[in-house]
């Protein structure tokens, strides 16, 4: 059985690899170029990671697996580059720990709701359909 505390770790993990991969391509790109490039890196490495040692009893492909992870990581981006945009249109310079900062506060609630649609959608243990051995009466 899995700690409770499994989400909780993965959640600072995923947030701290996003956070520190976003530090570094910040130093030659944009705000949202890096925080693309850092999601789709830790979104990718997260995602098939969760499918072989979290979920691995789900019985899901591959294939489907990382379709859904799309879904999910466009969300993603979608919620953590409109936390990015929205500092941009309240400070135009902002230093870059606030970026960071902003950027952190987005993806806990990100990565969070990444883990409950993982569980819930991505891995969900599918039961096969019962069938009545007596058949019709």
């Known amino acids: ?11 600072f993990r995923s947030t701290a690899a996003t956070a520190l ?5 910040r ?6 170029v890096a925080n693309l490039i850092a999601l ?3 979104t990718f490495l997260n995602t098939e990671a969760n499918r072989r040692l979290t979920f691995p009893g789900a019985g899901t492909s591959g294939r489907r697996v990382h379709l859904q992870g799309l879904v999910v990581f466009v969300m993603y981006y979608v919620l953590t580059s409109g936390a990015l945009l929205g500092l941009h249109a309240v400070d135009a310079q902002p230093s870059r720990w606030l970026e960071v900062a902003v950027l952190l506060a987005a993806s806990v609630l990100g990565t969070a709701g990444r883990f409950v649609l993982m569980r819930s959608w ?7 359909l019962r069938t009545d051995e007596a058949g019709p009466r």
Request: proline share 12%; aromatic share 16%.
């Open 1 to 11: 059985p899995r700690s409770t505390l499994f989400p909780y770790t993965t959640l």
């Open 21 to 25: 991969l976003y530090v570094l391509l």
């Open 122 to 128: 991505m891995f969900a243990m599918r039961t096969p």
């Open 27 to 32: 130093l030659w790109s944009t705000p949202l």
């Open 40 to 42: 789709v890196i830790v």
